[in-house]
Structure formats: structure tokens, C-alpha cells
């Protein structure tokens, strides 16, 4: 196993081709700044480049996967020009969907609170394993963001169906790990403490299914089954 230096995050590669992707900052709940951002995409675009075969998305400790936005960064954001300010945005996006867009399967261990970006962080992942004492919820449309923050509408409708999606949003309400199995945001519950284990099991299982990831992310965009049949490669898998 190897590691890479980064400040907010520490990013394992196992030698199966497996890697772990951590948000580092437990004494902050994992809440997330542009600088993590920023490494976050760096680390995705750095194990695409690499061949990696599968990621596990996580956070440091078990009280959060990921709070959200560093609440201390929030007098920066205020003050930041709009050009800056479209940058941090920016940022931000572009590390969303640098995980989304990994080729390879991505299992977010949720191991405690996702709230927030943290949310739009697991829902990037193709499949999240929730720990017992996992919650998730929107937290940013209570303070005044759209839920389009960080794709996060797209993703969490295509999940849990429109109107769930619209209730999650309006409301920013907590979905504990129970209710989140029951609606289809998380694939999976862990037993107590096994959140990493199980993660990390499923990543190996998965890793070498890239080409099966590939097809559903296609069929999933592709507008009806007729279109898909359409476009679909003959005599091999899309």
C-alpha cells in the first residue's frame, strides 16, 4: 500500500489497484473547504491517470463522512469578489464530478454525518454503504444555496424519484441510515464498525467492472430503451 502527501485529504493505493480516498480533518467533522475541493479532484484525476481499478470514498474517523462546508471558511466566501467566488464554485464542482466521472467503481463508506457537499460527495459515488449511525441530509438549502449546488438535483432525483427528491430539497430535513436504505439513497447498511471493511470488500468485488460501469452511466443518460438499442455497438458490451 502506498500513500500520497495532500493536506486536507490522505489518498491509499492498495496493491490489488484499489484506493482509498479519505477526507483528513476529523477535528472538523470532515467539513470540506476549496483547498479540499481542490485535492479531492486532483486525487480523482490522478488515479484515472494511474488505472486505478476501483476507489472507496470516505471520511476520517465516525462521527462524519463529511460535514459540508467549513463553516469558518464562510466569512472568506462573503468577502470573495465574484470572480473568486466563482472560482471556489468552480473548484468545487469540478471535484464532484471528477469523482462521478472515474471509470472505474467508487463505494462511498459513509461512516457518519453527509451533509451538504458531503451529501453531493456520496451521491457522485456509484454505490454508498451507510454506517448504522449514518445521517444525510441537504444542508446547504438551509443557509440559502440551491439544491443544483454541486449537481446534487441530478444525482438525488435519479436516486429517490422526484418527489422525494423535491421533499429531501424544500426541507433539508435528516434522513437517518434506516430510512436512507428504505428510499434507495444508500445501497447498504454496515454492521456496527464494519463501515470500512465492507467498503473496501465491495471495491474488490467491483473493481473489475469498469466496463459494466461504463453502461449503465450510458443507458442511465440515454433518453429511452429504444435510443439505447439504437446506438448500442453490436456484438459487444457498450
Known amino acids: 500500500m502506498t500513500g500520497q502527501e495532500f493536506e486536507h485529504i490522505r489518498l491509499e493505493r492498495f496493491d490489488d489497484g484499489v484506493a482509498r ?12 473547504t476549496a483547498q479540499s475541493f481542490a485535492e479531492i479532484g486532483e486525487a480523482a484525476r490522478m488515479l484515472r491517470r494511474e488505472g486505478a481499478r476501483a476507489l472507496v470514498l470516505t471520511g476520517a474517523g465516525d462521527r462524519a463522512f463529511c460535514a459540508g462546508y467549513d463553516l469558518a471558511e464562510v466569512p472568506a466566501l462573503r468577502a470573495a469578489s465574484v470572480p473568486a467566488f466563482l472560482d471556489i464554485e468552480d473548484t468545487a464542482s469540478g471535484a464532484v464530478h471528477a469523482i462521478a466521472a472515474l471509470p472505474f467503481p467508487v463505494v462511498a463508506a459513509v461512516g457518519g454525518a453527509a451533509s451538504g457537499g458531503g451529501l453531493s460527495l456520496a451521491l457522485a459515488a456509484d454505490i454508498r454503504i451507510a454506517a448504522p449511525h449514518a445521517v444525510l ?6 443557509v440559502g444555496f440551491s439544491i443544483g449546488e454541486l449537481g446534487t438535483s441530478w444525482m438525488l432525483t435519479r436516486l429517490v424519484g422526484p418527489g422525494l427528491a423535491a421533499e429531501l430539497s424544500f426541507t433539508g430535513r435528516l434522513v437517518d441510515a434506516a430510512e436512507a436504505l428504505e428510499i434507495g439513497l444508500v445501497e447498504r ?5 464494519a463501515v470500512q471493511e465492507e467498503a473496501l470488500a465491495l471495491a474488490r468485488e467491483a473493481a473489475a467492472q469498469h466496463l ?3 453502461s449503465l452511466r450510458r443507458a442511465t443518460e440515454t433518453a429511452s430503451y429504444a435510443s439505447w438499442l439504437d446506438d448500442a455497438p453490436r456484438g459487444g458490451e457498450r
Do not use: Q, W
Open 212 to 214: 459494466g460501469k461504463r
Open 189 to 193: 447498511i454496515a454492521a456496527p464498525g
Open 137 to 142: 441530509n441537504a444542508a446547504f438549502v438551509r
Open 21 to 32: 480516498l479519505t477526507i483528513d480533518r476529523p477535528e472538523r467533522m470532515n467539513a470540506i
